[in-house]
Each structure stands twice: as structure tokens, then as C-alpha cells.
């Protein structure tokens, strides 16, 4: 830095030397100067657009911080309704086997299922619509069921 100076001061010597050094030192203050109200001046410019682009950059992250939520809501809805239908799926498949094994528990003990029953129904309809025929259409009197017994 001192060889500079020099070069600049020329060969004048100690005393211009040291005014030149006096007039960079008064040169290099004044551009601090000069900056520093330049940042002044556009600082608050420069504030302005900051402020402009973070709202710019916050709108699009929310907007995709929304869209990914949207994603994922929808997703996880996919995924309880599936595990709704395998529940529910399960719980057929229980009521089916138990329904089974009551019904053959039940055929061990001799109980008539409903469809042994609807069979009988229809035979008893065929047998009094054979017993009418054979009577002529009418019904046997109470007096002559007695006697019967």
C-alpha cells in the first residue's frame, strides 16, 4: 500500500506523501459517506421490493402447501374407505360362518329350517286342496270330528 502512495506522490517526497495519503484517507471516507446515503435512499426501495417478493414466494408456497394437503386428504380418504370396505367385508364373512354353524347346530337338534317349513307348507296346501276335491268341496262338521275322536 505504501509503495502505491508513493508511486502516486512521485518523487516529491515526505511532505506530499503525506498529503496524499491525507486525500485518499479524505476520498475513502467520503465514499463510505456517499454509501451509506445511498443505502439510505434505496434502502427503503429495496425494503419494498424484499417485502413484494416475499409475498410473491409466500402465495405460491401456500398455494402448493394447500394443493399437497388437498393431495394427501384425498388420499388418506382412499385409504379409509378401503380399510372400511375390508372391515365390513370381514364382518360379512363372520356373520356368513356364524349363520352356518347355528344352522347346522340347529339341523343336529332336528329343528326344520325355514325351508323344510315352506315345503311342508306346500304340501299341506296340495293334501286339503285333495282332501276338497274328495269331500266335493265341503268342509267335515265339528259333530263329525267328534265322533272321531
Known amino acids: 500500500m505504501v509503495k502505491k502512495l508513493k508511486a502516486l506522490a512521485g518523487d516529491a517526497g515526505e511532505g506530499n506523501l503525506a498529503s496524499t495519503i491525507r486525500d485518499s484517507a479524505q476520498q475513502i471516507w467520503l465514499a463510505g459517506l ?4 445511498k443505502t439510505q435512499e434505496e434502502g427503503a426501495k429495496v425494503f419494498e421490493a424484499l417485502v413484494k417478493e416475499g409475498k410473491v ?9 394447500e394443493s399437497r394437503m388437498s ?4 388420499q388418506w380418504g382412499k385409504a379409509a374407505g378401503e380399510a372400511t370396505a375390508k372391515a365390513t367385508a370381514t364382518w360379512d364373512k363372520l356373520e356368513q360362518v356364524f349363520e352356518s354353524r347355528v344352522a347346522r347346530a340347529l339341523n343336529r337338534l332336528g329343528v326344520p329350517t325355514k325351508r323344510d317349513i315352506e315345503s311342508l307348507a306346500r304340501r299341506v296346501e296340495t293334501l286339503t286342496a285333495s ?14 270330528r267328534r265322533k272321531k275322536r
Open 131 to 144: 282332501v276338497q276335491k274328495l269331500t266335493g268341496g265341503r268342509k267335515p262338521r265339528a259333530a263329525a
Open 71 to 74: 393431495r394427501m386428504s384425498s
Open 57 to 65: 414466494l409466500e402465495s405460491r408456497t401456500r398455494k402448493l402447501a
Open 34 to 37: 456517499g454509501a451509506f446515503a
